[in-house]
């Protein structure tokens, strides 16, 4: 069945730098864009970024800009989050999740992964 | 960016009860917009999709309506399974935005 499987996740110091990993099955992993969210402990959702399905595009939010990055490997079919001069506030659990990116929302966010946890902290 | 103001931030209701929730976006973004639940531990589900049309799998008792910057998804009678979290997410323009979520609780 479509399913997506994050991996990675971890404690990690201020600072640090860490890789997390979605790992897409069942679906044509190259004809979608993928998006990272993350909840801290006890929030709400937010929208970290997105890379369009064939990976030329990109789009983050202003809190993780410049720090992290999004790549995929469409022959692997896995989806990548580089994590860089992480912050206390970067602790959350982080999704995948994926979107058509066609005008009817069918597939937009359907299907989301489990989640890797991270916690930056000294 | 657009802002996703969502209401109420948490409501108190009984099995069979109507319950209502509401997402007003700063601009229009059309009909760009879901609907998820949330429980605890587990990720989100999403109920609604462009606005109105209900995902496969998901119980009739749920709706949603709207179309440029007024949303609203109804429960029509509260099951026990549906205290959660709520959380709509408008998709029409970079960057996304959730609101800020909807707990339903047992009254």
């Known amino acids: 069945q479509e399913q997506l499987v994050e991996s990675g996740g971890g404690v990690v110091q201020p600072g640090r730098s860490l890789r997390l990993s979605c790992a897409a099955s069942?679906?044509?992993?190259?004809?979608?864009?993928m998006h990272w969210v993350r909840q801290a402990p006890g929030k709400g959702l937010e929208w970290v970024g997105v890379?369009?399905?064939?990976?030329?595009?990109?789009w983050y939010a202003d809190s993780v800009k410049g720090r992290f990055t999004i790549s995929r490997d469409n022959s692997k079919n896995m989806l990548y989050l580089e994590m860089n001069s992480l912050r206390a506030e970067d602790t959350a659990v982080y999704y995948c999740?994926?979107?058509?990116?066609?005008?009817?929302?069918?597939?937009?966010?359907?299907?989301w992964g489990q989640g890797t946890m991270v916690t930056v902290s000294s | 960016d657009i802002q996703m103001t969502q209401s109420p931030s948490s409501l108190s209701a009984s099995v069979g009860d109507r319950v209502t929730i509401t997402c007003r976006a700063s601009?229009?973004?059309?009909?760009?917009l879901g609907w998820f639940q949330q429980k605890p531990g587990k990720a989100p589900r999403r109920l609604i999709y462009?606005?109105?049309n209900l995902q496969s799998g998901v119980p009739s008792r749920f709706s949603g309506s709207g179309f440029g910057t007024e949303f609203t998804l109804t429960i029509s009678s509260l099951q026990p399974e549906d205290f959660a979290t709520y959380y709509c997410?408008?998709?029409?323009?970079?960057?996304?935005?959730f609101g800020q979520g909807t707990k339903v609780e047992v009254k």
């Open positions: 997410l408008q998709h029409n323009n970079y960057p996304h935005t």
């Open positions: 999740a994926r979107d058509r990116m066609d005008s009817s929302g069918l597939d937009v966010f359907d299907i």
């Open positions: 601009q229009g973004i059309r009909n760009d």
């Open positions: 890379i369009w399905y064939d990976g030329n595009n990109k």
């Open positions: 462009a606005a109105s």
């Open positions: 069942g679906f044509t992993f190259s004809s979608y864009g």
